[in-house]
């Protein structure tokens, strides 16, 4: 086995592979349970009737919350375990990671006021939501092209 000059018997050696590996799980969780979500955003503008846009939006609703929780998670191991990559990785997206955010806060908020709204201001709140879904795609495309 060649030697790459990593002790894996001492927590210097091995704790860095935990931290990468928690941090690509939780990423790799996030790409493909909040693609979903995304999706949902998107396609939500299509939809022809108020029934089907309520069943669209009632099959996201139970997994909501559980998926920003996932990137949260990832960029916070990021900065935790690797905080020199975290300062350079995010000081050089810091445009995109800020749409990003603006557009999930855009999709929580659009999301919680459609279930509560009247049934008149639904339409707008579907507007919103599909707005955050289409800019949470574009943003998190420019940063993985």
């Known amino acids: 086995m060649p030697d790459f000059g990593v002790d894996l018997g001492s927590p210097a050696g091995w704790l860095p592979l935990v931290f990468a590996l928690v941090m690509a799980l939780a990423m790799l969780a996030y790409v493909i349970l909040d693609g979903y979500d995304l999706r949902v955003g998107v396609l939500l503008n299509r939809a022809e009737t108020v029934a089907e846009k309520d069943t669209m939006i009632a099959n996201i609703g139970p997994f909501w919350d559980a998926n920003e929780t996932r990137l949260v998670l990832g ?71």
Not at 85 to 112: E, K, N, Q
């Open 75 to 145: 960029v916070g191991v990021l900065l935790v375990g690797f905080p020199l990559a975290h300062g350079v990785i995010l000081g050089a997206l810091y445009l995109p990671v800020a749409l990003m955010l603006v557009a999930l806060s855009l999709r929580g908020v659009a999301f919680d006021f459609r279930v509560k709204a009247k049934t008149h201001h639904h339409p707008l709140w579907d507007k919103t939501f599909y707005i955050g879904s289409g800019l949470a795609y574009w943003s998190q495309g420019f940063m993985l092209g």
